[in-house]
């Protein structure tokens, strides 16, 4: 599919998906502004695989809940997309990770498993996450007998009650005498019933809560190690299904639909990036967040009934690029589309909205970041 029909092909979508993401409204140029933005002012890390945005068609989309048959029609139009990664250069199978720790969350299955073993294969010395203890060793027996020299633990928590993440940040912080990169990649998606709201321990809209504030717990608990591991990464995966937050009904106690909660969480996962950036450049500590690839065949995009279209290790390249590429260091405060520097929902740009859910986000995980 050329560019332009990819375009137009992207202008049709509804729902989630942000103006600007795809193909630019912002426009060749502009792409710098916003992420200078997103970096609250502070200098814009321009690396070699900068890509700017294509001049753009204007989209008109909404971030209106749609019936979910309707977004299972917008989302499949992705079946068309080259998601190759084509011209964009990819991670050489040479990168080393041998000295490296990486903590990845969702390691049970999926990208995250998939990811596990391109990671072992590197050398790394890898932390694995998952809520459920079988499924987690069986991960880790899996990932040793591809990689015998790459050392494994697993480390067990739900996302979906923050005194657990807080356990499992702590019980790195007491066992780990490094980390230097930290994948936040577990997530839950738009779920198999999608008018039934879900809530987490604490009682917080479950999306929110599992796909937002647990990486938020775990990444603030885990910055001291992070920084005292410099120079050290966060990568965020995040999803181009992207849906702005309304503060009057952010726990999404009316309104509510699984996808649409499913992308609301994924932007407010982007703005945290965003502000993590600004905020740890001085540790050397990076924090980048991407769209890994569309529709891959995983637990997820199955249980919402959409079409697969993309394979693992279509997510898991652009991923393990921003985990190992040395290419990536010092460049932060980015949103990636697979490989491509983008600009995600506008209001990822908006200073006002950034503020007030950062404010939210501390008030809510307070007692568990302090
Ligand atoms: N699939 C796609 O097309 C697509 C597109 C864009 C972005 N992404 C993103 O890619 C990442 C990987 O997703 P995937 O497609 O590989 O999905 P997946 O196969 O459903 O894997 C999700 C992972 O997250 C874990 N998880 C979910 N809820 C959890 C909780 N409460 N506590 C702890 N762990 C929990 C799952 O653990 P269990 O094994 O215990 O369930 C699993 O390991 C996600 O961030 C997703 O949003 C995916």
Known sequence: MTRQARASAAAEMPGCLGEGQESGVLGDGQVGRAHGAALGGHQRLLGPFDVQAEPGVRRHLHAATLPTLEMS???????????????????????????KTVLLTGATQ??????????AARGATLLLHGRD????????????????????????????????VRTLADAVLAAEPRLDVLVNNAAVGGGSAPNVRETSS?????????????????????LPLLAASAPSRVVNVASMGQAPIDFDNVMLEHDYEGVHAYCRSKLALIMASFDLAAEVAQHKVTANVLHPAHL?????LQQSG???????????????????????EGITGRYFDRFDDRPAHPQAYDAQARARLAALTTELTASFTA
């Open 133 to 164: 203890r079988e499924r987690l060793a069986a991960v880790a027996d899996e990932v040793r007998q591809s990689a015998p020299d790459a050392p494994v633990r697993t480390y067990a928590a739900d996302l979906a009650d923050l005194e657990q």
């Open 306 to 328: 959409f079409t697969p279209a993309a394979s693992l290790d279509d997510g898991a390249q652009p991923t393990l690029r921003l985990i190992v590429d040395p290419k990536a």
């Open 73 to 99: 029609k917008a989302w499949n139009l992705y079946k068309g997309f080259d998601n190759s990664g084509g011209m964009h250069e990819q991670t050489s199978v040479s990168d080393d990770l041998r000295g």
């Open 110 to 119: 999926g990208m995250g498993r998939h990811l596990a073993r391109l990671l």
């Open 296 to 300: 891959m065949d995983t637990y997820m």
């Open 202 to 222: 604490q009682g917080h809209e479950l999306r929110f809560a599992v796909n937002h504030l647990a990486p938020y717990v775990l990444t603030r608990r885990l």
